[in-house]
């Protein structure tokens, strides 16, 4: 939740009339993430005091992975709440391990996806998301960050350096998707 990434997008989006709502999960396991983030979109859902209409789920590296698996169910649910998934860093495939791709969920996903990745990133290779894209359902758009790894930093510039670029194509990407 404290990544510096996450922290500046949330800062960022709701300097531009987006509530955001950040929480972190401890521990690597997936379902567990998965059912943790279930249970914040159910207090989001049924809370009367913000009555939201729809979301973007978003996650970095793992949390990406957890908020990707939320979307597809509600893809199989045809939930209309989640609009979209951002997935900074999304975790592809382990380090060194190209053959063993988490794409599953991402194969049954109908709703718009971002993915924003570093293209010097060791646990998404560029090439091996491009061939999973091209197998989606979902509009998709990818924002490959220039010899960035995946913290989403690049040799000689900070991750200071790094969050406008970041900031602004998630930005411009939700107001494209909420004008269709």
């Not at 993430?33 to 009367?48: C, I, M």
């Not at 061939?131 to 979902?138: H, W």
Request: hydrophobic share 45%; glycine share 6%; with cysteine.
């Amino acid at each position: 939740m404290n990544f510096p990434q996450l922290v500046s997008l949330a800062n960022y989006l709701a300097s531009h009339g987006f509530l955001c709502l950040r929480f972190t999960c401890k521990g690597l396991n997936l379902g567990y993430r998965t059912k943790a983030y279930s249970a914040v979109l159910a207090y989001l859902k049924s809370n009367e005091e913000y009555k939201v209409a729809g979301v973007f789920l978003a996650g970095r590296s793992m949390g990406a992975r957890a908020a990707a698996s939320l979307v597809r169910m509600a893809c199989v649910q045809d939930d209309l709440f989640i609009q979209g998934l951002v997935c900074l860093s999304y975790p592809l495939h382990p380090p060194k391990a190209k053959s063993k791709l988490r794409d599953e969920d991402l194969l049954l996903i109908t709703k718009p996806i971002l993915f924003i990745s570093g293209s010097a990133d060791d646990m998404c290779d560029k090439t091996l998301l491009t061939n999973v894209v091209s197998k989606l359902q979902a509009h998709v758009k990818i924002h490959w960050m220039d010899n960035a790894n995946h913290g989403l930093t690049t040799k000689g510039k900070t991750l200071e350096d790094a969050l406008p670029e970041i900031n602004e194509q998630t930005l411009l990407w939700i107001q494209e998707i909420l004008k269709h």
